[in-house]
């Protein structure tokens, strides 16, 4: 039994010096796992600085709307990958659904190495 907790107390310190560990190492910096596909997808357009085109702004315009719109969609959208094109060289599509201020809207994103660019535009209405 003694050999039992001696085995405990070892295990329970090393397990406390990995989480000090842990949080020295990557305690001010901004990690993040995003293990599912739609969030990495996300992330790394995120990463990217953003395009607008002209298409795009005009209808931003058309529809009383900002890019504020296009951002809320890019942090909080679904991607469909059913729709886009993932396999495309050297450029990747995605097609991406999200709730812009008042209305839900679609969006597709061109991402190349260091730019992507949204190309689309798309108002949804409530039957779609």
């Not at 890019?67 to 396999?87: C, H, P, Q, W, Y």
């Not at 809207?105 to 798309?122: Q, R, W």
Request: hydrophobic residues 40%; contains cysteine.
């Amino acid at each position: 039994m003694n050999d039992m907790k001696k085995r405990f107390a070892l295990y329970g310190f090393g397990f406390a010096m990995g989480l000090l560990m842990v949080f020295f190492f990557l305690g001010g910096k901004n990690a993040s796992c995003n293990w599912l596909p739609n969030d990495r997808i996300l992330n790394i357009i995120s990463q990217k600085q953003i395009m607008y085109s002209e298409q795009v702004k005009n209808h931003l315009r058309e529809i009383g709307s900002d890019s504020l719109d296009i951002r809320a969609i890019l942090e909080n959208g679904d991607v469909d990958f059913s729709k886009s094109r993932v396999k495309n060289d050297p450029c990747r599509m995605y097609w991406i659904q999200g709730e812009g201020k008042q209305r839900p809207l679609v969006i597709t994103v061109e991402v190349c190495d260091s730019v992507a660019t949204v190309n689309s535009l798309k108002k949804i209405d409530a039957a779609e």
